[in-house]
């Protein structure tokens, strides 16, 4: 069993920045680096989409193309927390982000591939 808390959002202006967290606990000491990350959003009416994933080391990185060059996904498995910093935001990232742990090596965009996600945190860029 894995437990994601996220944390770190908020309300901020477009071109601000943020950076979200998500903590995990486990039933076992080290699982955490055995899960490949990924962060999600949904924005109201539309479904939940793909951010960012990251392999179980933190090589293997990954990202939507509209997130491309202003977020960073990262991961400190020693803390066993995975982050998200976000840079020049935009109305369009508006929503609400949630993270999700996937045990499958090949887990990547899709949302089926994710066993535990965490209960969401909310981001509001205004204009």
């Known amino acids: 069993q894995l437990q994601l808390v996220e944390s770190g959002g908020g309300l901020v202006q477009t071109g601000d920045s943020l950076r979200l967290s998500c903590a995990a606990s486990?039933?076992?000491?080290?699982?955490?680096?055995?899960?490949?990350m990924g962060w999600f959003r949904q924005a109201p009416g539309k479904e939940r989409e793909f951010v960012a994933g990251?392999?179980?080391?933190?090589?293997?990185?990954d990202y939507v193309d509209s997130v491309k060059a202003r977020f960073t996904i990262s991961r400190d498995n020693a803390k066993n927390t995975l982050y998200l910093k976000m840079n020049n935001l935009t109305p369009d990232d508006t929503a609400v982000y949630y993270c999700?742990?996937?045990?499958?090596?090949?887990?990547?965009?899709?949302?089926?591939?994710?066993?535990?996600w965490g209960q969401g945190t909310q981001v509001t860029v205004s204009t």
């Open positions: 999700a742990a996937a045990s499958a090596l090949g887990a990547r965009r899709n949302l089926n591939d994710y066993d535990y």
């Open positions: 486990a039933s076992s000491t080290g699982t955490f680096s055995m899960y490949t």
């Open positions: 990251i392999g179980r080391s933190g090589v293997y990185r």
